[in-house]
């Protein structure tokens, strides 16, 4: 049986799930507390986001943590984000790794500094040989530097002589960009009220299906991820086809 389809009654779960954690900044000025009280606070809810799909064996978990254009955000905000970014790296990367967990950051990682770097490098050797949860996190990611550095590579090859121009296709290109060799996300949840998918997985996201909710970053709890997980189950997904198409080879 297709792991994204299930028996009756039982949840359809997604093989992937892809995250936009917004809010953290408003859940700290609601309190009267600076902003990266929201983004410390942040981090409860993105350990309880990997147990709980650790849990219900999803086998993948994309979390946006930094994109490209949050280096616009004041100067004093974004060290507090890259400490607190290496701090996190170095305090739960040995309790993901008791986890089974495999870590693997996502993004045009030639922007951090060298310490942040090595730490990235370290954490991913130690859990590359886990069979658990594979969680990603975005890290001075965009969705538009994937495609471009996608679609550089594949120049290369074509100047190389290894691949024809008319070897650039989607598929070709597929190949390359960020989560290649995950699950395509199926579910992509945007915490914080906003209805954008701003410059997170652009070429990933076709025909994921999005939920939005007001809820805070740091109030995404376990019960917020089943109500998004519960939502997801009731979608029909048709990827072009008609409804009665997709319902009558679910009955196959
Ligand atoms: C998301 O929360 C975390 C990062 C972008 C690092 P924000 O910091 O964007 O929180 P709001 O949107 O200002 O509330
Ligand atoms: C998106 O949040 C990026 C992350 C969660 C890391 P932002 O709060 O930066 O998004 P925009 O720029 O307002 O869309
Ligand atoms: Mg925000």
Sequence with gaps: MPANKAKNNEMRLPRHVA?????NGRWAEKRFLPR????????????AAVTICGELGIEALTLFAFSSENWARPAEEVSLLMELFLSALEKEVKKLHKANVRLRIIGDLSR????????????????????GLRLFIAA???????????????????????????GITPEALEAEVCLADAPKPDLFIRTGGEHR??????WQLAYTELYFTDTLWPDFDA??????????????????????????EDKA
């Design 197 to 202: 998918i701003s410059n997170f997985l652009l």
């Design 112 to 131: 951090f500094n060298a310490k942040l770097r090595s730490r990235i490098a370290d954490a991913e050797a130690l859990t590359a040989g886990n069979t």
């Design 223 to 248: 019960e917020q991820f089943k109500k998004a997980l519960a939502d997801f189950s009731r979608r029909e997904r048709r990827f072009g086809k008609t409804g009665a198409q997709v319902r009558s």
């Design 36 to 47: 990266v009280a929201g983004h410390k606070a942040g981090v409860d809810s993105v350990r």
């Design 140 to 166: 001075n990611y965009g969705g538009q530097w994937d495609i471009a550095q996608a679609a550089r590579r594949l120049a290369a090859r074509v100047q190389q002589g290894e691949l024809a121009l008319e």
């Design 19 to 23: 995250i936009i954690m917004d809010g």
